[in-house]
């Protein structure tokens, strides 16, 4: 039934970096999150994560942000692909490779989208072939943001930000994304947030008719005057210096900037690609940002770039409970 799916020898997941267009911040809840409304989109930074049968569990990050990344048991892609394993009854080991472009502790959800292509890579070489809803709730049990990495393209995220629908919108977006040299810890921006906040009546969070009516246009123009983050002035509490990369990016020809979710990445959204190119100029050369990427959105979520098949090894994938494994409910 499954033969063609545990003949894999390994599986490639490619999975996009998000940034929020609109970050709506509620109060904080008992469960120590805070009810969001969110607009998510998917941008063309990816990491690659492949997956192949081993010994024993393990995981390798490559790239230049390799240093970063825990390349233990607390990496998320590992505890995604060991979630999957405990929930399907599979006892196969696998290797966990990262190609990793999305920058780390950077507002742009790198880990999510790991351990999303960890979940998707390692359902297909098993042959578990979960539902979407069964991977989705694993996805939302690893971290707020691991759904989208799932989904990409344009969505409205409710709850934790856990809860998705896709928005649709028209349009493609050209983005400038300033970096920064220091991360920030996405619990302590929050925490800053409530700091901030003290003693001031916190609405429950709704989207904006603003980006919803610009979304639909897809006017980036309309689109650069609706960005909002509420978790901006707690990024910018905990680190000043990015006032400055927002005002330089907004003096030299950005029709919107944003920190991307709890920062310390800047988004900016410029009309087309020769504005991205003149604004990194701009950016690299008056030294507020250390380094700039380009991206356009939306682009598409989690999906299986490389799946290859030979004959299988030593490690072969036996204990699995089969593709009807996490299908049901
Ligand atoms: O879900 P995730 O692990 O990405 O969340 C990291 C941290 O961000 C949480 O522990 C919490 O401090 C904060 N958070 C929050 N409200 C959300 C999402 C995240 O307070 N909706």
Redesign the pocket.
């Known amino acids: 039934m499954s033969s063609a799916a545990t003949s894999l020898r390994s599986v490639t997941a490619r999975v996009p970096a998000k940034i929020n267009l609109e970050l709506m911040v509620g109060p904080l809840r008992p469960d120590?999150?805070?009810h969001?409304a969110t607009v998510f989109q998917a941008v063309g930074l990816h990491d690659d994560v492949t997956v192949e049968p081993a010994p024993d569990w393990g995981i390798t990050i490559n790239g230049p942000y390799a240093d970063l990344v825990p390349a233990d048991d607390t990496n998320l892609a590992l505890r995604a692909a060991r979630l999957l394993a405990a929930e399907a009854g599979i006892d196969s080991p696998v290797q966990i490779t990262i190609d990793k472009d999305i920058p780390v502790a950077a507002g742009m959800a790198g880990g999510?989208a790991d351990a999303a292509g960890a979940l998707l890579a390692c359902d297909a070489l098993w042959g578990v072939w979960s539902s979407k809803a069964a991977l989705n709730d694993l996805a939302a049990r690893l971290?707020?943001?691991v759904p989208f990495a799932l989904l990409g393209g344009t969505a409205m995220g409710s709850g934790?930000?856990d809860q998705l629908a896709p928005v649709l919108g028209r349009g493609r977006y050209t983005w400038v994304l300033a970096l920064s040299d220091v991360g920030l810890s996405?619990?302590q921006v929050?925490a800053e947030c409530d700091r901030l906040r003290t003693g001031r009546r916190v609405p429950e969070p709704t989207a904006s008719a603003a980006m919803m009516t610009a979304l639909r246009s897809g006017n980036p123009e309309s689109l650069g005057r609706a960005l909002r983050n509420d978790l901006q002035p707690a990024a910018l509490s905990l680190q000043p210096r990015l006032e400055e990369v927002l005002r330089t990016g907004l003096d030299n020809g950005a029709l919107g900037g944003i920190i991307s979710g709890s920062g310390p990445t800047v988004a900016f959204l410029v009309s087309d690609t020769e504005r991205s190119l003149d604004l990194a100029v701009a950016l690299t050369a008056s030294g507020a940002a250390p380094s700039v990427k380009r991206a356009v959105g939306p682009v598409r979520g989690a999906h299986i770039v490389t799946a290859a098949s030979g004959p299988r090894g030593s490690f072969g994938t036996t204990g699995h409970t089969g593709p009807a494994g996490l299908r049901s409910s």
Do not use: E, V
């Open positions: 120590g999150f805070h969001l999510s971290g707020s943001d934790r930000g996405t619990p929050y």
